[in-house]
Structure formats: structure tokens, C-alpha cells
């Protein structure tokens, strides 16, 4: 991650993914898009910079978005493949078929 120059941050918020995190896309009429994360009791809900129209940077956030998402997702498939690899087990108890 990028910092900025005389940014300083206040704090962090972690969501754990679990059995309840899912990600949902809306599209709405006149709206723009948002993307929301959702954790069971907490949501976390990205929007454009404005609800009517969509800059270029906002097209660069989403793809930057995208492009990290991508890398998160290989890297917990990765690091899956190779617990499940030593073990023979799933993360459900069950066994992986051969």
C-alpha cells in the first residue's frame, strides 16, 4: 500500500472472513455501482466519489481494488493448497478426494 505524504492514519479495521463474510455488487438506476462487504453485524459498503457520475479516478480505484483483490485471492488459495496438501483434510473435517 501506498502512503500519502502528511497522512497519518488514526487506526485499522480488520474483518476476518468466516461463514457469514460475503460480497455483494449493486447497480441501481441513476446510481453509481457499490461494492459491499459484508461480515454479518458490520457492512462495509465502497461507492464512487459521488452518487451521479463516475471519474477517472474512481476507475482507477476500482481496478487498483480489483488487482489487489485478485492477488489476495491467489495468495489465501496458495497458502490453502498447501495446508490441505499436508494435512489430507479440509478445513470442514472432511478428507479431500485423491
Request: hydrophobic share 40%; glycine share 10%; with cysteine.
Amino acid at each position: 500500500m501506498r502512503r500519502r505524504v502528511g497522512f497519518r492514519r488514526n487506526g485499522v479495521i480488520s474483518l476476518a472472513t468466516g461463514r457469514s463474510a460475503r460480497i455483494e455488487r449493486h447497480r441501481r438506476g441513476g446510481w453509481t455501482p457499490a461494492l459491499a462487504l459484508d461480515f454479518g453485524a458490520t457492512w462495509v459498503v465502497i461507492r464512487t466519489s459521488a452518487s451521479d457520475r463516475v471519474t477517472a479516478r474512481d476507475v482507477a480505484f476500482a481496478r487498483e481494488l480489483a488487482c489487489a483483490a485478485g492477488a489476495f485471492a491467489e495468495e489465501v488459495a496458495r497458502q490453502y493448497s498447501r495446508t490441505t496438501s499436508h494435512t489430507g483434510t479440509r478445513d470442514d473435517g472432511k478428507e479431500d478426494a485423491a
